[in-house]
């Protein structure tokens, strides 16, 4: 298997400018997650599905943040407007059960200048 | 305060050495994880554990429930286990989300 695939694997846009990050789990896992990590923080939850379903986004920062996953086999994390505070780098992970080995993606680096 | 703690933030050995990292953790935990991130940012899961001892090569992990801490071990440790090493708990009470621990940065010199 390719593991988890995440895109873009760097993103360097300005503020104000909408992001769209894009993961795609490991086929037949049906719990998603979305983290960040920044080096004040470290890693932090940002929210996580169980079959396609948000079930905790209690990470989200703000309402400038969102994720969809419209299937089993992909999901949406976009950021609008961006913010230079936003800037770290975003893993993706899945998992075959919700409380299960999670394996993550290789992340996506975004800075917002 | 961190509801899961590392010890240390830092460690250095020499390869060869025995290295210890240690997680405590103040909420009830049904299960920890540890993880391990690379130099280049990649995060790969070592173990999940929720009682006992687990071993994978020159790896073991060991957990107490009751005394909520959790150690890993690094056998014969090789310039190629630099990295930081992350522990994180599934809190009882909050379904599937990970609290993590802070990291220890390992470095293991030639």
């Known amino acids: 298997d390719a593991g988890v695939i995440q895109s873009p694997r760097h993103e360097v846009t300005e503020m104000g400018q909408e992001v769209t990050l894009r993961c795609k789990p490991i086929s037949g896992h049906n719990s998603l997650f979305w983290y960040r990590q920044t080096m004040m923080r470290g890693l932090e939850l940002l929210i996580y599905f169980n079959n396609n379903v948000p079930i905790d986004d209690s990470g989200m920062p703000e309402d400038r943040f969102s994720a969809k996953m419209p299937n089993a086999s992909f999901s949406t994390l976009k950021i609008q407007p961006s913010e230079p505070r936003d800037s770290a780098v975003y893993f993706c992970?899945?998992?075959?059960?919700?409380?299960?080995?999670?394996?993550f993606g290789p992340g996506t680096r975004l800075t917002v200048l | 305060k961190n509801e899961v703690e590392q010890s240390p933030q830092n460690l250095t050995a020499q390869e060869g050495e025995f290295i210890t990292i240690n997680c405590s953790y103040s909420?009830?935990?049904?299960?920890l994880h540890w993880l391990q991130q690379h130099p280049g940012g990649g995060i790969v899961s070592l173990f999940m554990l929720s009682s006992g001892k687990k071993k994978h090569g020159r790896l073991i992990a060991t957990i107490n429930i009751q005394e909520k801490h959790s150690s890993l071990h690094i056998t014969a440790s090789h310039p190629r286990d630099s990295a930081v090493y992350i522990c994180a708990g599934h809190e009882e009470t909050s379904g599937s989300r990970l609290t993590f621990g802070e990291g220890t940065q390992l470095t293991v010199n030639p």
């Open positions: 992970a899945s998992s075959l059960m919700s409380r299960g080995t999670q394996y």
């Open positions: 909420v009830g935990i049904s299960a």
